[in-house]
């Protein structure tokens, strides 16, 4: 029997892009979060040798360069075993639609291999394997409320919040990762020819204090610092007074003064989420899909409602708790967590 493994998306609350590093990635910062929407993984394993990628999305790639693939043959190689390794792939999430989807294929593949192999990893090569083959990738061996910096890849679990209504827009539109880093790039050097200035250190020191400013300004939104009293919670529903310090905070997806300009009809997605009534809306990691947070479910679907009235593909989901995450993956259960 195949074991099957739902694999969730995620959202970006904020996400800033600082200086080029020495290995060609950009230093980021950004609050990561896990959102019900999911795809559907399942692993087979059976006499012979190989691997199999089965979906029936044509833009999925079958061969080694899905990260599923490369999830699985760096398992057999760290376990040393031998064996024909099938893996389908249901999907409903979009494909570069910057909810991780590939990525969090790739740590279902990893877990349902694991388990079929009856042989788990240890945590820090689960770890170790997921940060090799993609930035994104290691969140998901967290879920939650997720802290990411470096490239993204290095993960640290925050206090969870709330479970917020969330709604979820995905235009039929593909943004390259790659390529939206590479405009960001170029906006960047726009800039600094404008300035006429020759010293690119300070402005990679620009970009670090961003991202120091971005940091102090999450802290102070996950511990209340911008409510009215400045206690958190106090006098209202602590996800209400999340959502509307969330908005206070201006934190936002750089992503977005790259994409948008790209890409009108994205940034028109945005404008019909806040007009729908979303407490907070925001591009997800460098898009197409955009997010918008409701204070409750009637709003989200009256939102939804409204955007496919517009021809916009929506969903109204939740955001998953780091719990609650483990706890469906498999329907039941728990496994050896980062952080847990």
Avoid at 174 to 183: H, Q
Avoid at 196 to 204: F, G, I, P, W
Avoid at 248 to 271: L, W
Avoid at 312 to 322: F, G, N, S
Wanted: charged share 25%.
């Amino acid at each position: 029997m195949a074991t099957s493994v739902r694999s969730f998306a995620k959202i970006n609350l904020g996400l800033k892009i600082g200086p080029l590093r020495e290995d060609g990635f950009h230093e980021l910062r950004t609050i990561y979060q896990t959102v019900a929407l999911s795809d559907q993984v399942r692993v087979d394993v059976s006499k012979g040798l190989g691997l199999e990628i089965a979906c029936k999305d044509p833009r999925v790639p079958d061969d080694e360069s899905n990260t599923c693939w490369r999830v699985a043959d760096r398992i057999l190689r760290s376990l040393k075993v031998r064996g024909k390794v099938r893996i389908s792939i249901e999907k409903r999430l979009p494909v570069q639609g910057g909810l991780g989807s590939a990525s969090s294929n790739a740590v279902a593949t990893m877990l349902a291999l694991e388990k079929e192999l009856k042989q788990p990893l240890a945590a820090d090569e689960r770890l170790r394997i997921a940060s090799e083959v993609g930035s994104d990738l290691p969140l998901f061996l967290v879920g939650g409320t997720v802290l990411g910096t470096g490239r993204g890849e290095q993960v640290y679990p925050l206090e969870d919040l709330p479970s917020f209504h969330c709604v979820i827009a995905t235009p039929e539109v593909g943004v390259s990762t790659p390529a939206a880093f590479a405009d960001w790039d170029k906006r960047c050097a726009a800039i600094l020819a404008d300035r006429k200035l020759s010293d690119v250190k300070l402005t990679d020191k620009e970009s670090l204090d961003r991202i120091n400013m971005f940091s102090r300004t999450i802290y102070e939104w996950l511990n209340g610092s911008f409510t009215p009293t400045g206690v958190p919670g106090k006098g209202r529903d602590r996800a209400e007074a999340l959502l509307l310090d969330l908005v206070r905070t201006g934190i936002e997806n750089d992503f977005e003064s790259v994409v948008f300009p790209k890409y009108p009809a994205i940034r028109e997605v945005k404008r019909a989420l806040e007009r729908s009534g979303a407490k907070y809306v925001s591009l997800s990691g460098s898009g197409s899909a955009v997010f918008g947070l409701f204070a409750d479910q009637e709003s989200a679907n009256q939102a939804v409602k409204k955007l496919e009235q517009n021809d916009i593909p929506a969903q109204a989901t939740v955001t998953l708790p780091r719990e609650r995450y483990w706890n469906e993956l498999f329907g039941a259960g728990r496994l050896n967590v980062i952080g847990a």
